[in-house]
């Protein structure tokens, strides 16, 4: 991802909320339902896939596609870790 000012200032004011409601009315401002939807599930597959789940549980778990799984998992890095650490 590349940084700027745009994503920058984006990503002050999402650490300036507080509550998982202030997050949810922000993130139905500035995204749709949808988009919402895929990062979340995106979140929960990754969250499977570092607890050593199985392709087919997570298909059965997640609704996700093999191949969203597969792109899921080349991309995990630091920041999907660093917040499974903190939310243990």
């Known amino acids: 991802m590349q940084k700027n000012d745009?994503?920058?200032q984006f990503f002050d004011a999402v650490?300036?909320?507080k509550t998982r409601e202030e997050c949810y009315k922000f993130f139905s401002d500035a995204c749709t339902p949808k988009e919402i939807a895929t990062i979340a599930q995106r979140f929960a597959v990754a969250k499977?896939?570092?607890e050593k789940?199985?392709?087919s549980e997570i298909?059965?778990?997640t609704g996700a596609s093999t191949a969203t799984i597969s792109r899921v998992n080349r991309a995990i890095?630091?920041?999907f870790q660093l917040a499974f650490e903190?939310?243990?």
């Open 15 to 17: 650490l300036t909320l």
């Open 86 to 88: 903190r939310l243990k």
């Open 77 to 79: 890095n630091e920041g």
């Open 59 to 61: 298909v059965k778990n």
């Open 48 to 50: 499977m896939l570092n």
């Open 6 to 8: 745009f994503n920058d």
């Open 53 to 55: 789940q199985v392709y």
